[in-house]
């Protein structure tokens, strides 16, 4: 029992997927060809790219004959950019559709080398976009942990990851074995920056890992800021330094919020382990 443990899904950290995004309300299909332009922009930075198309039905009656379906031109639904690593799976993501923007890191280093690259790619978005009539209804920054144990499933113990005191957790995490999931969310006031929704989702199962069954716990911890008066959240995909300067403060807030809530949750062994405070940089 001593020997088991909760180990990272890396070495230095847990952090499987970083994810920025905007969403839209109405949709913004209007606006998509504009980034058309941005797959030969980005080629360096994502090699690979996708058109998501979208066919339409329309069904008629005529007389006493069946329903006959007419379809549509093709239209544009969506891009994808993508940058795989040298075993194929993803490393970076720019997905657009009509409702929303995102930006993903499954590649994670460093906080304010990843942010750097994210926020130069949202600068170049807001060029394309300058102009139009786009409404964000949020904006929001996403993490994606994950943790491994390393012991038999029988001796596993939600407490050698999980403080117990914590207010994340409902007590039956401790006493459901190795497979359970805790949701919450609330809202809190951020200085400045208006109204935040955290939520934060943690799911305890068992997976295959590298051929063994293991217990994984996945913490997925999202934040949002909510639209709360008409355009109140332009100023978040304005290109240039005044946009730049803007989703800085808040996604900083976001990041050290994500920290205050490990720090909560996590064991002390385990925030040790993954350097939550070592280095401000991460």
Not at 157 to 185: I, M, N, P, V, Y
């Amino acid at each position: 029992m001593s020997a088991s443990r909760f180990e990272p899904i890396y070495k230095a950290h847990a952090i499987v997927e970083m994810v920025l995004f905007f969403e839209f309300l109405p949709n913004f299909s209007a606006s998509i060809e504009r980034l058309l332009p941005l797959r030969s922009e980005l080629t360096d930075d994502f090699p690979s790219s996708n058109l998501i198309e979208v066919v339409e039905y329309t069904i008629s009656a005529q007389g006493l004959e069946p329903p006959q379906p007419t379809t549509t031109p093709l239209k544009i639904g969506g891009i994808e950019l993508r940058r795989f690593k040298p075993d194929g799976s993803l490393e970076w993501l720019i997905r657009v559709t009509p409702k929303s923007i995102s930006i993903h890191c499954l590649e994670y280093t460093r906080w304010r080398f990843v942010w750097e690259k994210v926020n130069g790619y949202v600068g170049k978005i807001a060029e394309k976009l300058a102009g139009t009539e786009v409404s964000i209804a949020s904006i929001g920054l996403k993490y994606v942990d994950q943790f491994v144990f390393h012991g038999e499933l029988n001796d596993y113990d939600a407490s050698l990851l999980l403080r117990r005191e914590s207010s994340l957790l409902h007590s039956r995490a401790f006493t459901s074995k190795a497979q359970w999931h805790c949701h919450t969310g609330w809202f809190e006031e951020a200085p400045g920056l208006g109204q935040i929704l955290s939520q934060m989702n943690i799911d305890s199962a068992i997976s295959n890992v590298d051929g063994v069954s293991r217990n994984i716990v996945m913490i997925d911890h999202t934040f949002t800021r909510r639209t709360q008066i008409e355009g109140d959240l332009m100023l978040y995909i304005l290109p240039e330094k005044i946009g730049e300067e803007a989703r800085s403060k808040l996604a900083e807030w976001m990041h050290d919020a994500s920290k205050k809530l490990f720090n909560d949750l996590l064991t002390d062994s385990v925030r040790n382990r993954i350097n939550l405070y070592a280095d401000e940089t991460l």
